[in-house]
């Protein structure tokens, strides 16, 4: 995968997007505000955001490849 290229994994549940986010991210923290929850790496990265409306994304790094085969 080239540098820079992401693919987002797309949620409609929050069970979902918890359960892919406690999987496969470690070492990240959560940032809450009014209007979303963050997941934010060690680098202060986001790379992953659940809007309290009902939509989730994960920005992947992984190749399609890898993520094909999960």
């Given at each position: 995968m080239r540098i820079g290229m992401r693919n987002f994994k797309e949620f409609h549940k929050m069970a979902d997007w918890r359960t892919y986010v406690s999987t496969y991210?470690?070492?990240t923290k959560e940032q809450e505000s009014d209007s979303e929850l963050?997941?934010?790496t060690g680098r202060g990265e986001t790379i992953a955001v659940w809007?309290?409306?009902g939509y989730g994304y994960i920005e992947e790094c992984r190749?399609?490849?890898r993520l094909s085969a999960q």
């Amino acid at each position: 995968m080239r540098i820079g290229m992401r693919n987002f994994k797309e949620f409609h549940k929050m069970a979902d997007w918890r359960t892919y986010v406690s999987t496969y991210m470690s070492n990240t923290k959560e940032q809450e505000s009014d209007s979303e929850l963050k997941i934010i790496t060690g680098r202060g990265e986001t790379i992953a955001v659940w809007q309290k409306h009902g939509y989730g994304y994960i920005e992947e790094c992984r190749s399609a490849e890898r993520l094909s085969a999960q």
